[in-house]
T-cell receptor
Framework: GAVVSQHPSWVICKSGTSVKIECRSL??????MFWYRQFPKQSLMLMAT?????????EQGVEKDKFLINHASLTLSTLTVTSAHPEDSSFYIC????????????FGPGTRLTVL | GENVEQHPSTLSVQEGDSAVIKCTYS??????FPWYKQELGKGPQLIID?????GEKKDQRIAVTLNKTAKHFSLHITETQPEDSAVYFC??????????FGTGTSLTVIP
């Protein structure tokens, strides 16, 4: 089956620093990747849709200058949290869509970000 | 846009009993309805899905039903086991669009 990986699985950083999270589709080409944020005991909140070779589309209320998304290849998208603050601490999950499998999205294992 | 509601938010069942989780959606254009299981600290895993041209789908102990007229779909887990304990999310979408998730159901199977 389609596999999506994320790296790192967890990260702790100091306030004011930047953190990069990678999302890779391992055995399929993903023209579209999605980035979600999930707070404890809550549902997934879509942050942005990342299309290979073009600018990401951000959801309302998500700062594009703070959450930088790059989708440079069909198998890799990155999310960089710039100037991180404690309120950015969350579980970040990516997913990838394989258009050859109709609508399905395959989720990564998530990255736990803790900002001190 | 689409609005997906999910009930109940928490559900406890005795091992061996059945569990049912229900979702409603608002956009009649939605044509794909997946269900995800999320264990603590992990990403969601697809457990079953159904497309709008089908009314029911079953995979061993898990089944999903879809009522397009009423715009609701349900997840049924039979013969529940402790390892079924997790948070379950429903979602709705149509071709090429983003997924709209329900608010999640925390299922606890009591041994």
């Amino acid at each position: 089956g389609a596999v999506v990986s994320q790296h790192p699985s967890w990260v702790i950083c100091k306030s004011g620093t930047s953190v990069k999270i990678e999302c890779r589709s391992l055995d399929f080409q993903a023209t579209t990747m999605f980035w979600y944020r999930q707070f404890p005991k809550q549902s997934l909140m879509l942050m942005a849709t990342s299309n290979e070779g073009s600018k990401a589309t951000y959801e309302q209320g998500v700062e594009k200058d703070k959450f930088l998304i790059n989708h440079a290849s069909l198998t890799l998208s990155t999310l960089t949290v710039t100037s991180a603050h404690p309120e950015d601490s969350s579980f970040y999950i990516c997913s990838a869509r394989d258009l050859s499998i109709y609508n399905e999205q395959f989720f990564g294992p998530g990255t736990r970000l803790t900002v001190l | 846009g689409e609005n997906v509601e999910q009930h109940p938010s928490t559900l406890s069942v005795q091992e061996g009993d059945s569990a049912v989780i229900k979702c409603t959606y608002s956009d009649s254009a939605s044509n794909y309805f997946p269900w995800y299981k999320q264990e603590l600290g992990k990403g969601p895993q697809l457990i079953i899905d159904i497309r709008s041209n089908v009314g029911e789908k079953k995979d061993q102990r898990i089944a999903v039903t879809l009522n397009k007229t009423a715009k609701h779909f349900s997840l049924h887990i039979t013969e529940t086991q402790p390892e079924d304990s997790a948070v379950y999310f429903c979602a709705a979408t149509y071709t090429g669009n983003q997924f709209y998730f329900g608010t999640g159901t925390s299922l606890t199977v009591i041994p």
